[in-house]
């Protein structure tokens, strides 16, 4: 028997590129003639996006620019969750998204149990917000990544420091 082989599964949004694409998207807003007049902003506090704009149509125009540049920097949508929109000071709206930063406890245990359930010599620990699947065959983690990655867990995955 060889020795084991392990990887992490983690969920993490790259806060330096959400903010790259945050500055291009709030760059683009001032430029563009549709929102000229406007109070729309867009501005990342701790791991949070706060949205501002005169209206909800112009919001959803704001949140259309904002997804835009999170795609070309790579980012992954799923890593954005939408709050309610709610009325803010001078007559406009306001948005808060927060950026997701690990894997929750009740999809970790779901997975857990999905990796169980399917792969015999697969061992997994939920390690705080990310998985740690250990086997002694790299094609059982192999299929473990795939399986994974066939299941839609609304938060995006990343597999790590395989080994």
Not at 34 to 43: E, M, Y
Not at 77 to 87: D, P, S
Request: zero cysteines; charged letters at 30%; a positive charge.
């Amino acid at each position: 028997m060889g020795k084991e082989s392990s990887f992490d599964v983690v969920s993490r949004a790259d806060l330096n590129e959400v903010r790259n694409a945050v500055n291009m998207a709030q760059k683009e807003i001032t430029t563009r003639y549709d929102f000229k007049k406007s109070v729309s902003a867009i501005t990342l506090e701790d791991e949070a996006l706060v949205l501002v704009s005169d209206n909800e149509g112009k919001l959803k125009q704001v949140v259309d620019v904002l997804e835009d540049k999170l795609v070309r920097r790579k980012v992954p949508l799923k890593a954005l969750q939408y709050g309610k929109i709610e009325e803010a000071l001078g007559g406009t709206v306001r948005q808060h998204v927060a950026i997701a930063q690990g894997i929750p406890d009740e999809k970790a245990k779901a997975m857990n149990k999905l990796l169980r359930q399917q792969f015999k010599k697969v061992k997994v620990q939920i390690q705080g917000d990310t998985l740690r699947v250990f086997s002694s065959s790299k094609d059982e983690l192999q299929a473990a990544m795939g399986a994974l990655r066939e299941e839609d867990w609304d938060i995006p995955l990343q597999f790590v420091n395989y080994r």
